[in-house]
């Protein structure tokens, strides 16, 4: 042992002070041996650790996290621990190297939970653990427990958050995951989200944590709200590696094709994407096989799966033999058929199809030929919301996406600018009648804001008077907003299951100075039940669920 490298020895139960003695004998006059430290990003359980060498990739496994998973968040909010284990197996033997574990609910108490879950799935799985919580508190709790090198998920850019979560990291000697934002979010550049990871890295380098234990997340945000946004993380992924050398990258894959259909298959080509820009680990679900796939082909082509052994092992019996394609339709059915006249298209109907295809450049002039001949009540009551509500409907049935949400919304939003120009130029005294106010915002330590964002553009297309407290607000500022307005309708927002509380906090101080008003609550971690638990009056799927609720309360 002394030969290999140790440098401190001594015994366990059972051993005496005789034992001891004849060891420290067989130190005297030793020098501990040189090692070497491999440039390897490892982490490690009690039976098994995952090494990740320079050009290799690994999985972590993200299916112990109740973000999204009805299931899991049921499992452990009854202490059915035995579908937590379950979802460990499946994922060991679908090929994770790494196991995310995550029991951030609000009703539970997280900290036992964490720490319950960090013993029992050492009965179930071998491979090392990442210990996933927005509580310091939490994260060291369940670390100082584990028994090996764990991966720390998370810290970030705030200065806080950084003094909270980089000295455990330090003291366990765990590696640790750097978000890139800090206390104005997440920067929509890759040089942003760099300057945030540099930060990071110094502060780890000060305090004497290995660069090699240090994975920087360039966070993926969703492609179907903003298109620059998979290249700049791409872009952002490559700088980290290349101006920070010795660090690692990691990334959440799902995100990026939130509100798109065949969602696999935007995460399996973003995947391959950014293992080519630099990815080190992948947050996935190894249950899915098409990830998988990226996975084993990326090892074949990088050369990690020497003589593509494993994948000729998996795959041998495997083919993308095409079955019968389905004939494309003929251009012109009726060929040959006696032409139907077409009626002609009204200015209203144009408008209308403009909204639903998405199309904002023509709006405006299709809109003022709708009040060439009618009024401005005429043009939104009976053209434009009917078109929004349209849109809504397909949303909901599940033939419209994301995308196709926003630009409709685009459009919709020239429509009605269009009509306040001219009343505002003509002098006639024609407005877009207000239906009221309502105040939105992310709520306190929750600092994604693209929900909300939709939310209030779909408003303001309907007509209300939106104020946006932006995100990361403190219930009082809410409370203050409220009250100078005589606000009707607040709509709170959080994406985090760690911040669910502040949601609570919120509407408590709601209740208190402003009792007319009501709250509606949305978020990718809020359903119905957490809505009433926080004291909320409605929950929204999403905006346009929203905005069917500002029609119910303001009208």
Not at 31 to 52: K, M, S
Not at 287 to 310: F, I
Not at 456 to 483: S, T
Request: proline share 5%; charged share 25%; glycine share 10%.
């Amino acid at each position: 042992m002394l030969d290999a490298g140790v440098t401190i020895v001594g015994g366990c139960c059972g051993t005496t002070p005789a034992y001891i003695a004849g060891e420290k004998s067989l130190i005297k006059g030793r020098t501990p041996a040189l090692r070497h430290v491999r440039d390897c990003f490892v982490v490690a359980g009690p039976q098994e650790y995952t090494a990740i060498e320079a050009g290799q990739v690994g999985v972590i496994g993200e299916r112990i996290n109740p973000t999204g998973k009805k299931l899991m968040k049921e499992a452990l909010r009854t202490g059915n621990h035995d579908y937590v284990m379950s979802m460990a197996i499946e994922q060991t033997r679908r090929g994770a190297q790494i196991l995310d574990v995550n029991a951030g609910l609000p009703e539970i108490d997280e900290r036992a939970v964490m720490c319950q879950l960090v013993d029992e799935l050492q009965g179930v799985s071998t491979l090392p653990l990442q210990i996933d919580a927005a509580d310091p508190e939490v994260i060291e709790a369940a670390v100082r427990r584990y028994p090996g090198k764990a991966l720390i998920n998370s810290t970030n850019g705030r200065r806080d958050t950084m003094d909270a979560v980089l000295p455990i990291a330090r003291h366990y000697g765990c590696a640790v995951v750097g978000l890139t934002l800090d206390e104005e979010g997440i920067p929509k550049t890759a040089e942003g989200r760099l300057d945030v990871a540099r930060r990071i890295v110094a502060e780890a380098d000060r305090l004497g944590i290995p660069r090699h234990d240090v994975v920087i997340d360039c966070l993926a945000m969703a492609a179907s709200t903003d298109q620059s946004a998979p290249r700049a993380i791409l872009d952002g992924i490559r700088r980290v590696k290349a101006e920070l050398p010795g660090v690692r990258t990691v990334l959440g894959v799902s995100n990026i094709s939130f509100g798109l259909p065949f969602r696999s298959l935007v995460n399996g080509t973003f995947l391959a994407a950014a293992f080519s820009a630099g990815l080190d680990l992948a947050i996935v679900n190894p249950n899915l096989a098409r990830m998988m796939d990226v996975v084993d082909s990326w090892r074949v082509l990088t050369g990690e799966d020497e003589s593509a052994q494993y994948y000729v092992a998996h795959y041998a019996d495997r083919s993308d033999a095409a079955g019968t394609p389905t004939p494309a339709p003929a251009r012109n059915e009726n060929a040959g058929a006696a032409v139907a006249p077409v009626a002609p298209v009204t200015p209203e109907q144009r408008v209308f199809d403009l909204v639903l295809a998405g199309r904002r450049g023509p709006v405006p002039d299709a809109v003022r030929e709708v009040l060439a001949s009618h009024d401005v009540l005429h043009a939104i009551n009976e053209v434009l919301i009917p078109a929004l509500d349209e849109v809504g409907v397909r949303f909901e049935r599940g033939t419209f996406f994301l995308p196709q949400l926003m630009a409709s919304a685009e459009a919709a939003k020239a429509g009605f600018e269009t009509i306040k120009e001219i009343g505002a130029s003509s002098g006639s005294g024609e407005t877009v009648p207000a239906k009221g106010k309502i105040v939105v915002c992310t709520v306190r330590g929750d600092i994604h804001d693209i929900g909300k964002n939709i939310v209030r553009m779909l408003l303001e297309n309907y007509g209300y008077d939106v104020i946006d407290l932006g995100r990361d607000v403190d219930p009082q500022l809410v409370a203050d907003a409220v009250v100078a307005d005589h606000v009707g309708l607040v709509g709170l927002s959080a994406l985090m299951t760690g911040t669910v509380p502040a949601m609570a906090d919120t509407i408590a101080l709601l209740r208190e100075r402003a009792p007319w008003c009501k709250v509606v609550v949305g978020g990718a971690v809020l359903n119905p039940e957490y809505a009433k638990m926080v004291g909320a009056d409605y929950y929204a799927k999403d905006a346009t669920e929203t905005a069917r609720i500002a029609a119910e309360v303001l009208g």
